[in-house]
């Protein structure tokens, strides 16, 4: 069973609940904003280090602290990775898009396949945001021109061997086939971005990514005299 490092703002497990609370609410406060998994947290109890001064004694240096906490507190990225799989739940994303974006649900034909949404969200989770070439944004419910060939690699990630799914769509060649591919992408990013409102630099809201689509379909790009090619587009 893949283990599940649940971060803020999921529950404390029941297991942790009791080092978690010896934190000092400064450092938890502090740890919650940065989403760090309440295992992280309780380890950093059950060590002694529960005020903010104690964590300034673990580590020398700031730089010290980025280099050896991964290790030492059992976060390194990738260490976890399936457990990143099992919070990545489409129906706590769309539920997430409810209480964030606060508009209605995208169709499942406009958000990510399984396997496109939890790339994204992966890179989330580490306060980025993924860039995809477009072979690569797949629809959950694509068209029959649009449906991917699916292949698994295998990848070593900290000196264990797993599976990963690859998936490959056609390019487009309409510009209704671009539009639908513009959707995926914006739908399946609003999704996974709702999940972590830690990451201060996440500040795309809704309308402001309606209004840049609108503005490359609209008459200065897609819409303009003469119309620019699919190719040109694309």
Avoid at 46 to 53: L, M
Avoid at 58 to 81: G, Y
Avoid at 202 to 217: I, K, P, S, V
């Amino acid at each position: 069973m893949a283990l599940v490092l649940p971060p803020p703002p999921a529950d404390i497990p029941a297991d942790l609940a009791e080092d978690v609370e010896k934190l000092h609410q400064s450092v938890r406060t502090l740890l919650t904003h940065k989403s760090i998994p309440w295992q992280e947290m309780a380890k950093l109890a059950q060590d002694g280090h529960v005020t903010r001064e104690d964590l300034a004694d673990r580590w020398d240096t700031a730089e010290t602290a980025r280099t050896a906490a991964p290790a030492e507190l059992d976060f390194a990225r990738n260490t976890h990775i399936t457990s990143l799989d099992a919070l990545c739940d489409r129906k706590q994303l769309l539920k997430n898009w409810d209480d964030v974006v606060k508009q209605p649900r995208p169709k499942l034909e406009f958000q990510g396949s399984d396997t496109f949404l939890k790339k994204q969200w992966k890179y989330c989770s580490h306060g980025e945001i993924g860039r995809f070439q477009i072979k690569h944004i797949v629809s959950a419910l694509p068209e029959m021109d649009e449906r991917p060939i699916s292949t698994r690699r295998k990848i070593t990630l900290n000196g264990w061997e797993r599976e990963e799914e690859e998936e490959e769509r056609n390019l487009p060649t309409t510009r209704e086939q671009l539009k639908r591919a513009h959707l995926v992408f914006r739908n399946t990013l609003l999704m996974c971005l709702s999940s972590f409102p830690q990451f201060t630099q996440f500040n795309a809201q809704f309308q402001d990514l309606e209004d840049w689509y609108r503005f490359f379909w609209g008459k200065d790009i897609a819409d303009r005299k003469p119309p620019p090619s699919e190719t040109v587009l694309l």
